[in-house]
Nanobody, 119 residues
Framework: QVQVVESGGGSVRPGGSLRLSCTVYGDTKCHYDMSWSRQAPGTGRTFVSRITHDGTITYGDTLTGRKGRFAHSRDYAKNTSYLQIDDLDPEDTAIYYC??????????WGQGIQVTVSS
């Protein structure tokens, strides 16, 4: 059974930084991609970024204009991906979800982690 666990969220002031982590436990049985999405209060879930099994990274269109503040990386040895977010803005307040997408296009979601940006 595959388990996806996020960590690293919390409350920060505008302009601060956070690094979210996502670790995969269990046997995915094949290679997998890892993605981040977020859901702000009262809105739907939106795509943030995805890093493929071979290291290709894409960022969501909703980040246009502010895309440079996000950096997605991956440590294959630790089965972990990281989402670094700099210059945090109150608009970044959301629950951030990590997902693992296997080679059979099966999605495994984490429980989500809260990020709150306020002064």
């Amino acid at each position: 059974q595959v388990q996806v666990v996020e960590s690293g969220g919390g409350s920060v002031r505008p302009g601060g930084s956070l690094r979210l982590s996502c670790t995969v436990y269990g046997d995915t049985k094949c290679h997998y991609d890892m993605s981040w999405s977020r859901q702000a209060p009262g809105t739907g879930r939106t795509f943030v970024s995805r890093i493929t099994h071979d290291g290709t990274i894409t960022y969501g269109d909703t980040l246009t204009g502010r895309k440079g503040r996000f950096a997605h990386s991956r440590d294959y040895a630790k089965n972990t991906s990281y989402l670094q977010i700099d210059d945090l803005d109150p608009e970044d307040t959301a629950i951030y979800y990590c997902a693992v997408i296997t080679c059979t296009y099966t999605f495994h979601w984490g429980q989500g982690i809260q990020v709150t940006v306020s002064s």
